[in-house]
């Protein structure tokens, strides 16, 4: 079994950064991708980021230039540095990890920025 626990949601002002961190545990030896997702209300949910386990990364044309990934493989860990925040990127914002072909969610950390 994977557990995701997530952290470093808040409310911000438009402008600002926020750090979200998760954190994966369980009975696995490595984890594959992982992710980032988010979902507004009332929009469904859309990726956002991933660190893929052979180095690859990619964005959202949304977040691009605004938004990094990284991952610690030694602790399990990714996170997400969110720079230059704007109100469109109020979300709830989930962790995704797939171990062995098997996909895993975080329960999610709200996001809310003030304009």
């Known amino acids: 079994q994977v557990h995701l626990v997530e952290s470093g949601g808040g409310l911000v002002q438009a402008g600002g950064s926020l750090r979200l961190s998760c954190v994966a545990s369980?009975?696995?030896?490595?984890?594959?991708?992982m992710a980032w997702y988010r979902q507004a209300p009332g929009k469904q949910r859309e990726w956002v980021a991933v660190y893929s386990s052979g180095g690859s990364i990619n964005y959202a044309d949304s977040v691009k230039g605004r938004f990094t990934i990284s991952r610690d493989n030694a602790k399990n860990t990714v996170s997400l540095q969110m720079s230059s925040l704007k109100p469109e990127d109020t979300a709830v914002y989930y962790c995704?990890?797939?171990?062995?072909?098997?996909?895993?969610w975080g329960q999610g950390t709200q996001v809310t920025v003030s304009s």
């Open positions: 369980g009975s696995f030896f490595r984890i594959d991708d």
């Open positions: 995704f990890i797939v171990v062995r072909a098997r996909n895993y």
